[in-house]
């Protein structure tokens, strides 16, 4: 009988010892397994969203607030500046593309994004060389005039809207709330066409022609406006910067009261999501921005970063020096459950000893003993992991649109696995220490 076969045995006689370890061992790599996978998942999807365009152009503000409302409708805006400003801007020569976003309505607690229909033409390639395409059409056709809209997969899937059917936006926006605000329910907005499935934030927004944000508050009034932001609950002055005390909502109404010439009215957006014919055009692009024209240009990958570096990379090192603690636990389980087992059978040992088994070969045994015990917990862990992990997925999926793959690898995970495992055999070696010194005599003399 080898080694291998006598250690597993051993295991399994005390059973409920050995769960409990492997147990303490699976919560140690599960977590570990899933903060490290949905940190690493995360920050690739933030980072591949962000690659779409170089600069994001709106009201002057937080960078990360434009940034976040504007390419992944997470936040509310920062304000709004001149359309005037988006036709400038495009002309300009290192600007291959420029897509101007207005944000003013919901449906069910999903943004209105106005915007131009080119943008739904739009793809990018990201940093390992894949196509992103987020606006493929799954039904119907692009929206070609006022009032018409195309719905994101999770905008269709939640609202039960089909091509054809109408809906009527809500005037504010209160994250996740559906029915806020005041609805325009005189300006239905027809459904024209539904967009594939993407996993990116674009799957959680009602794309329609920007020219529906002005004529939709073009009929909201004055007083109107007043009161359902008093129902809304914000705090517009928090919202707004230097130079832009008003929300986008304010300017994007009043822009839609004044003549029907956009450039003549003063009509406002949002934002502008600008792409460049290089990446290496942003560092002069955003300074001369900033400066020629009244509004602020921020670079999504920047902002990203910062977002990771300041709020979730301490949030990472808070929860894995909780998974590495809970490792040490596990290791002091399996030390002690070894050293009782060894103390259990000191018989059992003077007798293979007697039979010819060599002192080595008993540390051996119990080394692997130990061994059995930490690997079937990092394997119980990863398969926890992943359970967890893939479940937290679903939720970010709904949540802000954005897949997460739960079975994906990083060398920080393997890195993480291999230290539970070294950290497992050092906790064996004390056991293993007491069956080398057994004494066979006396052992075998005892009942």
């Known amino acids: 009988m080898s080694l291998w076969h006598i250690a597993w045995s051993y295991l399994w006689n005390r059973k409920l010892t050995t769960v409990l370890t492997i147990l303490s061992v699976a919560l140690a790599a599960g977590m570990i397994s899933a903060v490290l996978t949905l940190r690493e998942e995360t920050k690739k999807r933030f980072e591949e969203e962000s690659q779409a365009f170089d600069l994001v152009v709106g009201a002057k503000g937080s960078p990360l607030q434009l940034v976040l409302s504007s390419v992944y409708f997470m936040d509310t805006p920062t304000g709004a500046i001149l359309y005037s400003d988006y036709e400038k801007l495009k002309a300009l020569p290192d600007v291959t593309a420029a897509f101007p976003i207005g944000l003013g309505d919901t449906v069910k607690g999903f943004r209105i994004v106005g915007t131009d229909k080119g943008l739904l033409s739009h793809r990018w390639t990201n940093a390992i060389g894949q196509e992103k395409a987020p606006f493929r059409m799954a039904e119907g056709r692009v929206f070609e005039k006022p009032m018409e809209a195309v719905l994101g997969s999770v905008v269709a899937r939640k609202t039960g809207l089909k091509v054809g059917d109408s809906f009527t936006g809500t005037h504010g926006f209160t994250e996740g709330v559906a ?49 359902d ?98 490792v040490a636990i596990s290791a002091l389980s399996i030390l002690i ?43 119980s862990g990863w398969i926890l992991g992943r359970g967890l992990t893939f479940a937290l997925g679903q939720y970010m999926t709904e949540r802000f649109g954005m897949t997460i793959n739960a079975f994906s ?38 009942n």
């Open 179 to 227: 029915g806020s605000g005041h609805d325009h329910s005189n300006q239905p907005y027809t459904v024209v066409g539904l967009l594939a499935p993407s996993g990116t934030p674009m799957d959680r927004a009602a794309f329609c022609d920007l020219r529906s944000v002005w004529e939709v508050h073009g009929h909201h009034e004055h007083g109107d406006r007043h009161d």
């Open 229 to 326: 932001e008093a129902e809304e609950g914000h705090d517009h002055a928090a919202e707004a910067t230097a130079g832009n005390e008003r929300t986008e909502e304010d300017h994007l109404d009043d822009a839609a009261e004044e003549p029907a010439d956009s450039t003549a009215r003063g009509d406002q957006v949002t934002a502008i999501l600008v792409q460049l014919n290089s990446p290496a055009a942003r560092f002069p692009m955003r300074p001369y921005i900033n400066k020629h024209f009244n509004a602020m240009a921020a670079v999504p990958t920047d902002e990203i970063q910062t977002l990771y570096n300041q709020l979730l990379g301490a949030a990472k090192t808070v929860l894995l020096t909780i998974g590495y603690l809970v």
């Open 337 to 379: 459950g070894l050293y009782l087992s060894i103390l259990q059978r000191r018989r059992d040992l003077a007798i293979m000893r007697a039979l010819g088994a060599s002192a080595y070969e008993i540390v051996g045994a119990v080394l692997i003993e130990a061994f059995w015990v930490t690997l079937l917990g990092i394997g």
């Open 409 to 446: 690898y990083n060398a920080e995970e393997i890195g993480a696995f291999a230290t539970i495992a070294l950290v497992g055999l050092i906790a064996g070696i004390v056991p293993a220490w007491q069956a080398y010194r057994t004494d066979i005599a006396r052992d075998l003399a005892e």
